[in-house]
């Protein structure tokens, strides 16, 4: 995670340092060294508001300028940004720190999410833990308006329901330590997301709440018209079973009345055994399980050779908006869901 934190290219020259004499080398590398604070210093510590020509408003919660320009919201999933340009319309930049095929339990960060953090006048964080990896970078950016526990930092995770929390005692070996954080592929959540979006932009900006209920409105009533329909393709598949790789489904599959029977990884973010493998594969042929989920940013070496030896479709699919080509909105992905996994469902027969 992070490992192209600031990496500079200064300290990736090939010419740097070798065939050098010492003296030549330590006077070039303390001069790289403060070329490279120089710039850090510029990008972290000068002013915000200097960037664009923009100033903070007297609430320090917006920006204006001469031109207008729009404030920047940033998000951390790209499923949240979509539903934020649903809710905010004209009135925000919306940006998030994930494409749409990284795992979101930990991505690298460049000098240019910092920048764009830097930038930011609200931040919509997953929470549950998923997302504390941004924190740091939201330190380095120096832009207190959106740090963890500020006003305009906002976690979208305290309204939804969660599943899967832990039991008394602790969480065990898992990166979910406090629940299920995948929520927003239960698509009756992907409303509550939009409700605590249009709730959190009018209580900065209450003069926009009319416009935010009607963004949450519009977006909700597409959503209830495709739930409709993905309720009406799933319905033959109720009760059937399936394999994952990580519990990253488990929304998905309890909305539409799957029984997400397997599980590659042993617990969340463990990776499994050559045992556990292979008392999957026998799981998968002894309850006729014929379809795998996998999502886009896993190796498919170990999914691959157990839906092969178990007789089992893989499905790669997208996890978030734009995890794969052509699943560019949050409706479109979740219907690129629930088409290949009713497909794959009916052509089992399993
Ligand atoms: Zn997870």
Request: hydrophobic residues 40%; glycine residues 8%; contains cysteine.
């Amino acid at each position: 995670m992070a490992r192209n934190f600031l990496i500079c290219p200064f300290f990736r020259s090939p010419q740097f340092p070798a065939r050098k004499s010492a003296r030549i080398s330590i006077r070039r590398a303390s001069s790289r060294v403060r070329i490279l604070i120089l710039l850090v210093s510029l990008l972290v510590f000068l002013p915000v508001g200097c960037r664009c020509g923009k100033s903070r408003d007297a609430q320090g919660g917006a920006w204006s300028s001469a031109s207008g320009d729009k404030i920047l919201i940033v998000t951390t999933s790209s499923d949240f940004r979509d539903i934020c340009r649903r809710v905010a319309g004209d009135f925000a930049e919306v940006e998030s720190l994930a494409r749409g095929d990284q795992d979101l339990h930990g991505i690298e960060v460049s000098p240019s999410h910092i920048l764009m953090l830097k930038r930011a006048t609200i931040y919509f964080s997953i929470g549950l833990g998923m997302d504390d990896w941004a924190h740091k970078f939201i330190r380095t950016s120096g832009n207190a308006l959106i740090e963890p526990g500020a006003k305009n930092h906002f976690v979208v995770a305290s309204f939804v329901d969660i599943i899967e929390k832990p039991a008394p005692g602790g969480p065990g070996r898992t990166i979910h330590l406090q629940g299920n954080p995948h929520y927003w592929l239960n698509p009756e959540n992907a409303a509550k997301i939009a409700a605590a979006i249009c709730q959190s932009l009018s209580a900065l900006y209450p003069a926009r709440r009319a416009d935010f209920e009607k963004g949450r409105e519009e977006f909700t009533r597409a959503l209830d018209g495709a739930v409709k329909e993905w309720k009406r393709k799933m319905r033959p598949f109720a009760g059937r079973k399936i394999a994952t790789y990580h519990k990253s489904w488990t929304y998905f599959t309890d909305f539409f009345g799957l029984i997400e029977a397997a599980i590659i990884e042993p617990q969340p973010g463990i990776p499994p055994s050559p045992a556990h493998i292979s008392d999957l594969i026998d799981q998968l042929k002894r309850e006729k399980i014929g379809v795998i989920l996998c999502e886009p940013f896993y190796p498919v070496k170990v999914p691959r050779m157990v839906a092969e030896q178990a007789g089992a479709e893989l499905l790669v699919l997208p996890t978030s908006v734009g995890g794969i080509q052509g699943a560019d909105d949050y409706i479109g992905t979740m219907d690129r869901i629930v088409e290949s996994v009713a497909a794959a469902l009916r052509k089992g027969g399993k």
